[in-house]
């Protein structure tokens, strides 16, 4: 059973919009990080935070935001969509040292049409 | 900058026949080894990880890796493959600096029965 939570699942939109990815984990998880994965393609890494109030731009250049207000919750936000956006974005988090690996949620599968 | 490398983009098997995905990272220093499962329409799952000790890892499903550091290598295998087998494979990394996963490219494993 995933302690990572992912909404929505799927959200198709229209170009222009503003849309919030939300994420949240019940691990307790101090890093948290939000991935970025087209069909068929490796993930790559847009942003991480290593705990609250701390965030950082990941290795692939993204136009999103992400906050991290409270140690559980690391939404994602983009403020105008475009098609380009489309994609699938996974959030994950990991325990101190990330040694254990991360635990993946779900996913949301983004269409902007 | 590090980097995951997955030789094989598809593999198609025939149940029975043996599996060996391979993977290369390219960074020197301490590193902890992953490979993840993505089952079409599910999330990623960890399959086996390496930390140190027994260079041969097993993980779940029947599923074993074993890391060669003198290659940079982590190659996953399965002696028999299933029809469930059939998913995305990603091999990953993280290195002992920065603690962030990097993800290989994936290969897509399709079973036939």
């Known amino acids: 059973e995933a302690d990572i939570y992912q909404t929505p699942r799927y959200l198709v939109i229209g170009t222009g919009k503003k849309i919030t990815l939300e994420c949240s984990q019940t691990?307790?998880?101090?890093?948290m990080y939000w991935y970025q994965q087209d069909p068929g393609m490796e993930l790559h890494l847009i942003h991480y935070?290593?705990?609250?109030?701390?965030?950082e731009k990941g290795d692939l250049s993204s136009e999103s935001t992400v906050s991290r207000i409270r140690t559980e919750h690391f939404p994602l936000t983009l403020e105008s969509a475009r098609p380009s956006h489309t994609s699938q974005y996974l959030c994950a988090s990991s325990s101190p040292g990330g040694g254990s690996g991360y635990t993946f949620g779900s996913g949301t599968r983004l269409t902007v049409v | 900058a590090q980097s995951v490398s997955q030789h094989n983009h598809h593999v198609i098997l025939s149940e029975a026949a043996s599996l060996e995905l391979g993977c290369n990272y390219s960074y020197g220093g301490t590193v902890n080894l992953f490979w993840y499962v993505q089952y079409p329409g599910q999330h990623l799952q960890l399959l086996l990880k390496y930390f140190s000790g027994d260079p041969l890892v097993k993980g779940i499903k029947g599923f074993e890796a074993e890391f060669i550091k003198s290659k940079f290598s982590f190659n996953l295998r399965k002696p028999s493959v299933q029809w469930s087998d059939t998913a995305e494979y990603f091999c990953a990394v993280i290195s002992g600096n920065t603690g962030k996963l990097i993800f290989g490219q994936g290969t897509t494993l399709q079973v036939k029965p």
């Open positions: 935070s290593y705990g609250v109030n701390s965030t």
């Open positions: 691990m307790g998880h101090d890093k």
